[in-house]
């Protein structure tokens, strides 16, 4: 069973910093890229970042790029996102999510999701 | 940046036919997808490849692809069926290789 569990998530203060960490198990991890898809409160899914599955092509939002970075370790079948600057609009539930293929070379669905980790961005 | 466009709501009586649209101008190039959200919960894929569906999807879920327009139907709604629904894909570039559109509340009346 696919199972993806989301922790690092807390309340931050603006241009504070917060790590997200993703532990991925039922699956071959270093098969697929991954996925960090967010959620405002009561807002729609906004796509952060994505990560090849093996970690060498790596793809950022414009509402993040420079800001955030997406790693992955597969010898620990974990998926990182390091939030640095963070600023109140970054409020969100955010999901990780594993995709279908390894690499990405044309549009392919998330089949698998977290739970989520909420990040609260204030002061 | 690239854009799906949805309806924000889209209401039907039990046993009706929901349709819920999405446009993007990089759709006749690009598989779309569908994901059903439940409140407090993670999204569910329903529709892959512009019309596949996923084991476990009712067969009631079907996908459709005309231009730069796909749709999602539901057919016979069921109340279990209320839920946010959001389309996704990429743009023709690569450059942002997952889009979503800004979802449908579907309403069962």
């Known amino acids: 069973e696919v199972q993806l569990v989301e922790s690092g998530g807390g309340l931050v203060q603006p241009g504070g910093s917060l790590r997200l960490s993703c532990a991925a198990s039922g699956f071959t991890f270093s098969s697929y890229a991954m996925s960090w898809v967010r959620q405002a409160p009561g807002k729609g899914l906004e796509w952060v970042s994505a990560i090849s599955g093996s970690g060498g092509s790596t793809y950022y939002a414009d509402s993040v790029k420079g800001r955030f970075t997406i790693s992955r370790d597969n010898s620990k079948n974990t998926l990182y996102l390091q939030m640095n600057s963070l600023r109140a609009e970054d409020t969100a539930v955010y999901y990780c999510?594993?995709?279908?293929?390894?690499?990405?070379?044309?549009?392919?669905?998330?089949?698998?999701w977290g739970q989520g980790t909420l990040v609260t961005v204030s002061s | 940046s690239y854009e799906l466009t949805q309806p924000p709501s889209v209401s039907v009586s039990p046993g009706q036919t929901a349709r819920i649209t999405c446009s993007g101008d990089a759709l006749p190039k690009q598989y779309a997808y569908w994901y059903q959200q439940k409140p407090g919960q993670a999204p569910v894929l329903v529709i892959y490849?512009?019309?596949e569906r996923p084991s476990g999807i009712p067969e009631r879920f079907s996908g459709s692809s005309s231009g730069t327009t796909v749709t999602l139907t539901i057919s016979g709604v069921q109340a279990e069926d209320e839920a946010d629904y959001y389309c996704?894909?990429?743009?023709?570039?690569?450059?942002?290789?997952?889009?979503f559109g800004g979802g449908t509340k579907l309403t069962v009346l």
């Open positions: 996704q894909s990429a743009d023709s570039s690569g450059t942002y290789p997952w889009v």
């Open positions: 490849k512009d019309s």
């Open positions: 999510a594993k995709a279908t293929a390894g690499v990405v070379v044309t549009a392919i669905p998330l089949d698998y």
